[in-house]
């Protein structure tokens, strides 16, 4: 089993980066693919990225594509999402979200067993 504590959120001006991480603990961190969701006022929660267990894979939704930078230190059992030239729309709730192993759906949140508690991210205009 494995628990996710996200961290780095805060208040933003656009244009501007935060480095949210995703600190897991329990064993074999690396047989864990590991996803990133946001949940912004009003909406559904939503798929931002996700990165294969040994990192050798990556994918984004199209709205965050050359801003936002999944990465992965097994070692450190820690999940990092880069979010540069931040935009008020990407205010959200971000979450972290792992399961074991590789699936196909990992755009989806149900393919995820496992979830952090959030953080905010505020981008001002």
């Known amino acids: 089993q494995v628990q996710l504590v996200e961290s780095g959120g805060g208040l933003v001006q656009a244009g501007g980066s935060l480095n949210l991480s995703c600190a897991a603990s329990?064993?074999?961190?690396?047989?864990?693919?590991v996803g990133w969701f946001r949940q912004a006022p009003g909406k559904e929660r939503e798929f931002v990225a996700a990165?294969?267990?040994?990192?050798?894979?990556?994918d984004y939704t199209d709205s965050v594509k050359g801003r936002f930078t999944i990465s992965r230190d097994n070692a450190k059992n820690t999940v990092y999402l880069q979010m540069d030239s931040l935009k008020p729309e990407d205010t959200a709730v971000y979450y972290c979200?792992?399961?074991?192993?590789?699936?196909?759906?990992?755009?989806?949140?149900?393919?995820?067993?496992?979830w952090g508690q959030g953080t905010q991210v505020t981008v001002s205009s």
């Open positions: 329990g064993r074999a961190f690396s047989t864990y693919a």
């Open positions: 990165i294969t267990m040994s990192g050798s894979s990556i």
């Open positions: 979200a792992g399961r074991y192993g590789y699936s196909s759906s990992y755009y989806r949140q149900t393919a995820y067993n496992y």
